[in-house]
């Protein structure tokens, strides 16, 4: 069965940079892009980018252009959002899509920026 | 990219049948039939209950529906429960080969 497992919760300066991993396994990972998507306390989903397996095309949000990379080794795909502030403190989810909805989800991963 | 536009709330009383609106442009749901429905619990990741405008999938109720027209997509909970009070989601393929959410929507039932 599908499995998108994500590394534990972070607690990061203001500044400083963060690294999320998602371990996919149960399908053919070339088959399928991962997305990002992070959900600040008490707002709404906001889709971040998403990165294929393979030959590793990859779509940004605009609004995280400059600040995020999404890489993959094996079979994880990485996030890393640069230039933390307290407003990137947010619960981090990778995602997969199933005929064009996101179906498979990641436990999500708290990410606390604070001095 | 904008979010899509939702209501805040909506309630309804058990039994009854709600609908919650998502509204974006011709460059996300007016253009494409990509847009899906998600339920969140507290603490939860998502849970996807319709795709491709008014597709549900396997498991998913069928109280849920979905429906489409111009650059406002619809979710109607039929049947109202106390379970489903919770938060709802509209999101949508776009233009820019990206995605996008709505703002979400709080569901009481009364």
């Known amino acids: 069965q599908v499995q998108l497992v994500q590394s534990g919760a972070e607690v990061k300066k203001p500044g400083a940079s963060v690294k999320v991993s998602c371990k996919a396994s149960g399908y053919t990972l070339t088959d399928f892009a991962i997305h990002w998507v992070r959900q600040a306390p008490g707002q709404r989903l906001e889709w971040m980018g998403w990165?294929?397996?393979?030959?590793?095309n990859r779509k940004y949000s605009q609004k995280f252009q400059g600040r995020v990379t999404m890489d993959t080794s094996a079979s994880t795909a990485y996030m890393q959002l640069s230039s933390l502030r307290s407003e990137d403190t947010a619960v981090y989810y990778c995602?997969?899509?199933?005929?064009?909805?996101?179906?498979?989800w990641g436990q999500g991963t708290l990410v606390t920026v604070s001095s | 990219q904008s979010a899509l536009t939702q209501p805040a709330s909506v309630s309804g009383s058990p039994g009854q049948s709600i609908t919650i609106s998502c509204t974006g442009t011709?460059?996300?749901?007016?253009?494409?039939?990509?847009v899906s429905w998600y339920q969140q619990h507290p603490g939860k990741a998502p849970k996807l209950i319709i795709y491709e405008v008014g597709n549900r999938p396997s498991g998913v109720s069928n109280r849920f529906s979905g429906s489409k027209s111009g650059n406002t997509a619809s979710l109607t909970i039929s049947g109202l429960q106390a379970e489903d009070e919770t938060d709802y989601y509209c999101?949508?393929?776009?233009?820019?080969?990206?995605?996008?959410f709505g703002g979400g929507t709080k569901l009481t039932v009364l």
């Open positions: 011709s460059s996300d749901v007016g253009g494409y039939n990509y």
């Open positions: 990165i294929n397996f393979g030959n590793i």
């Open positions: 999101s949508s393929y776009t233009s820019s080969d990206t995605w996008v």
């Open positions: 995602a997969r899509t199933l005929d064009w909805g996101f179906v498979f």
